[in-house]
């Protein structure tokens, strides 16, 4: 079965650029998404089609997605962004997600 | 404003049934697919399952393949899940999800409910 890999944590300082990699067999092939979910709360999509951003959601999220890595980006990253970020594809008409990131901001 | 509220979690024994419902308003529900995600205590999310517009299409993750099915009726604008012959490693929460795109299943979830809590145990 499909799988996709996520770095377990990623850290960053409030104002710098955070980037989270997804990794997966020819994902550049596929679309990814990203959620991301804070404790307590369900999960929310901020990036969709590798790139674009719901309504709603801040420009400082943006993705990619190539080869076999998606990316998402969050530039100058705020104390509100920590959270657990998943990335997601579609495969074989079923849904696969990654392991989920925890990003700390310090 | 799109809601999803989930019902009919709870603490059953292994080997048991359980049916999952999702009510859905703020929008034309039988436009989209909908799905079932969970996420066991502490651990990541898991897609389970999701259902076409029409319910002609439907496809399953294979850790509940053959175990649960999912239906939905839209004259009530609700998703179920029925899930049978229930496993410890069912445990979770699970989530009611609106498929971004009307007409077709996308795979991306613009929508989540609070979900509803499984526990799997004797």
């Known amino acids: 079965s499909y799988e996709l890999t996520q770095p377990p944590s990623v850290s960053v300082s409030p104002g710098q650029t955070a980037s989270i990699t997804c990794s997966g067999d020819?994902?550049?092939?596929?679309?990814a998404c990203w959620y991301q979910q804070k404790p307590g709360q369900s999960p929310v999509l901020v990036i969709y089609q590798d790139n674009k951003r719901p309504s709603g959601i801040p420009e400082r999220f943006s993705g990619s997605n190539s080869g076999n890595t998606a990316t998402l980006t969050i530039s100058g990253t705020q104390a509100m962004d920590e959270a657990d970020y998943y990335c997601?594809?579609?495969?074989?008409?079923?849904?696969?997600f990654g392991g989920g990131t925890k990003l700390t901001v310090l | 404003e799109v809601q999803l509220v989930e019902s009919g979690g709870g603490l059953v024994q292994p080997g048991r049934s359980l049916r999952l419902s999702c009510a859905a308003s703020g929008f034309t529900f039988d436009d989209y697919a909908m799905h079932w995600v969970r996420q066991a205590p502490g651990k990541g999310l898991e897609w389970v399952s999701g259902i076409s517009w029409n319910s002609g299409s439907t496809g399953y993750a294979d850790s509940v393949e053959g175990r649960f099915t999912i239906s939905r009726d839209n004259a009530k604008n609700s998703l179920y899940l029925q899930m049978n012959s229930l496993r410890p490693e069912d445990t979770a929460l699970y989530y009611c999800?609106?498929?971004?795109?009307?007409?077709?299943?996308?795979?991306?979830?613009?929508?989540w409910g609070q979900g509803t809590l499984v526990t799997v145990s004797s």
């Open positions: 999800a609106k498929d971004l795109q009307p007409d077709d299943s996308s795979g991306i979830f613009d929508c």
């Open positions: 020819k994902l550049g092939d596929k679309y």
């Open positions: 997601q594809a579609w495969d074989s008409s079923a849904v696969v």
